[in-house]
């Protein structure tokens, strides 16, 4: 298979698609807003945005192969109501914490500021794809500790929370004209621990295409959707800088 990227709406050319044709889905899910951003006006009340992601995954169980993943980030508010949804087609397997370190606060001291984004982690099937993946301690005294026994060497591994992966600031080599644009360490981590080398990844809501370039730095086939077009020009025009 080629690697694809794709202009239009997600929902509509996931349609398209064959049944079992991915072996694996990563998707940071755009948020229910009212007002600020490109998505502005797609959902009129929460319920239709709530239509619209139970319309996603039935999409994504019907063209995700047996025993394969998905990994969906979410807005915090919304994690819960995804996961009902989710509960209905697949298996989870963790709800990973993000701490993404750079906190949002939008709440003018009214509220404690955000820290951390949910990762909805399900499998479909009982005997999913799973690569074990080991990390050293953040703190470098347990670090150090860690380096002089042997069998430690390489770290543990890795738990629900990642707490060693920070948001991207906004003076980043990395960082493009995107709000949520996610690190590409952090989209590469997902992409080993629930694919193999060869595999299809999907990505239906692909921004400005980090899951492409995770993809085609680790051997990894990509179907990339955007409904932006500016977006798909920026992403466009890092994988052809790379």
Not at 99 to 120: F, Q, V
Not at 136 to 157: A, I, M
Not at 181 to 208: F, H, M, T, W, Y
Request: aromatic fraction near 10%; hydrophobic fraction near 35%.
């Amino acid at each position: 298979m080629e690697n694809k990227i794709l202009h239009g709406d997600s929902l509509d050319l996931l349609k398209d698609m064959d049944d079992n044709s991915v072996d694996m889905i990563l998707t940071d899910l755009p948020y229910f807003r009212v007002v600020g951003d490109d998505w502005d006006n797609q959902w009129e009340t929460e319920n239709d945005y709530f239509d619209w992601l139970e319309k996603l995954i039935e999409e994504y169980d019907r063209i995700l192969k047996n025993n394969s993943n998905l990994f969906l980030f979410s807005g915090r508010q919304y994690n819960r109501y995804l996961n009902l949804i989710l509960d209905k087609y697949f298996i989870e397997k963790r709800i990973i914490i993000w701490a993404r370190k750079r906190m949002y606060n939008s709440t003018r001291g009214n509220a404690l500021s955000s820290g951390y984004e949910p990762i909805s982690f399900y499998s479909k099937g009982d005997n999913p794809i799973f690569n074990k993946i080991k990390v050293l301690p953040t703190r470098e005294d347990l670090r150090k500790r860690y380096e002089k026994h042997s069998y430690l060497k390489d770290g543990v591994t890795l738990s629900d929370v990642w707490d060693d992966i920070p948001a991207l600031p906004y003076n980043s080599k990395e960082k493009l004209n995107h709000s949520s644009q996610k690190p590409l360490k952090l989209i590469e981590r997902i992409i080993k621990i629930g694919s193999n080398e060869n595999d299809v990844v999907l990505d239906s809501c692909a921004g400005v295409l980090t899951t492409a370039e995770a993809c085609e730095n680790l051997n990894r086939k990509y179907i990339c959707i955007e409904i932006n077009d500016k977006y798909i020009k920026q992403g466009k025009d890092r994988l052809n800088d790379k």
